[in-house]
């Protein structure tokens, strides 16, 4: 069974619901095992989200609206998307009290967890430069499309079987509707005869294991990057998470595609030195930072170092574009059209026997439970913030003995 898209409609009671993997602000994901007629398995993870907590969490319609409309262009996003740094829309779930998507599962966990288990929290330069290189075609790619991202982290990408990244979560992702330019200008770069194409291996691993993925596997689909023929209006919504906004989100003057990239720096400089570059003591000093302060980069001069400092450039139009990027010498020797073929990336997850099981889950009562733990949650935060204020307030207005007389 299919929508009116063709997307497949999946069966959460013919279809197996093996663990959760995890959730995030507006839905629960989990490990599904689809029954099907090849001899391999398939595994796909399967974010759900209670139609009970959207309309909970909303005090109006008009926000309940917003919700539903956040929900429909993620489902949009993925049923657009055809790249293999990207997920695709296996098939949808529905019911009276939730609603869902599935997606390629990634059995690596995500590049976040993958940090934690290098010796010294931190990456080297040269795996760093790999995964830099499929971020940037990754969003290169969305932004084609219209898509600005808006959440790039650590948290958010993913490790494919393959050992490549894959990009998830479009919540806090938007189209920009475009004006048409003034003029277009087109540029046709002619290619080598395939005959001369030289193959070579971007870089160089230690020899882990075969992902599966041949150099000289000419079978591979070429990526075509829509190019942006219009002229992008800004968004002015205030989205993000905290450490990544760029500074243009904060001052509310509206943003674009220009917010990736300083996301891209951030995330390169957690890659390198373990931590983000602007946490303050809170959201407040946090903000402040981004705004004012420059990421401080020790070390001695680098490539790398020159690249996110220009990442983290405060002025969006003097930041980095994506031509800029793709020419700066911390990719030099980088052949964009290859890196897909690249067979031993810097790691390849470890196969596992069997799949931990948590016996059978019922999904639509799991999610809710999980919400409505959150829902209390929030209100005991309420709570205490508004003592907070009232004891603030008290201190602040506290009458002055001697003014009595």
Request: glycine share 6%; hydrophobic share 35%.
């Amino acid at each position: 069974m299919e929508d009116n898209y063709g997307i497949p409609i999946l069966d959460i009671k013919v279809h197996k619901v093996i663990s959760p993997l995890g959730r995030g602000a507006k839905g629960v994901v989990f490990l599904l095992h689809t029954k099907t007629e090849s001899p391999k398995e398939q595994f796909l993870a399967l974010k759900v989200v209670s139609k009970s907590s959207i309309e909970e969490d909303n005090a109006s319609r008009r926000r309940y609206n917003k919700e539903y409309k956040t929900i429909h262009l993620e489902k949009e996003i993925l049923s657009s998307l055809h790249h293999p740094l990207l997920p695709k829309l296996q098939g949808l779930v529905e019911t009276e009290r939730i609603i869902g998507y599935a997606i390629d599962y990634c059995p690596g966990g995500n590049l976040h967890s993958l940090r934690k288990k290098q010796t010294e929290k931190m990456f080297s330069d040269n795996i760093i430069r790999f995964y830099a290189a499929e971020l940037v075609l990754a969003l290169e790619y969305l932004h084609g499309l219209g898509f600005v991202y808006r959440d790039l982290k650590p948290e958010n990408i993913m490790i494919q079987e393959n050992g490549h990244l894959m990009l998830i979560d479009f919540d806090l992702s938007t189209k920009l509707p475009v004006k048409p330019p003034q003029s277009i200008r087109h540029t046709t770069k002619q290619s080598a005869p395939e005959t001369n194409k030289k193959k070579k291996q971007l870089f160089r691993f230690q020899k882990y294991r075969n992902s599966g993925i041949s150099p000289e596997d000419d079978s591979t689909t070429t990526i075509t990057v829509p190019e942006l023929a219009s002229i992008p209006t800004k968004s002015n919504s205030f989205v993000g998470t905290e450490e990544y906004i760029a500074p243009e989100i904060i001052q509310g003057n509206g943003h674009d595609f220009a917010v990736d990239w300083w996301c891209l720096g951030i995330v390169l400089y957690e890659m390198l030195y373990g931590i983000t570059p602007f946490k303050g003591t809170n959201r407040k000093d946090t903000f402040n930072r981004i705004l004012h302060k420059s990421p401080c980069l020790v070390g001695e001069t680098t490539f790398l170092r020159d690249l996110i400092e220009k990442l983290l450039e405060k002025d969006p139009m003097k930041r980095l574009g994506i031509e800029e990027i793709k020419r700066h010498d911390f990719f030099k020797g980088v052949d964009w059209e290859l890196i897909g073929k690249i067979s031993r990336p810097p790691y390849l997850p470890i196969e596992e026997e069997e799949m931990k099981e948590n016996g059978e889950i019922d999904v639509e009562r799991f999610v809710q439970r999980v919400f409505e733990e959150e829902e209390m949650k929030e209100k005991e935060r309420t709570v205490i913030d508004h003592k907070k204020n009232v004891q603030e307030l008290n201190q602040l207005y506290e009458p002055n003995p001697f003014l009595v007389f």
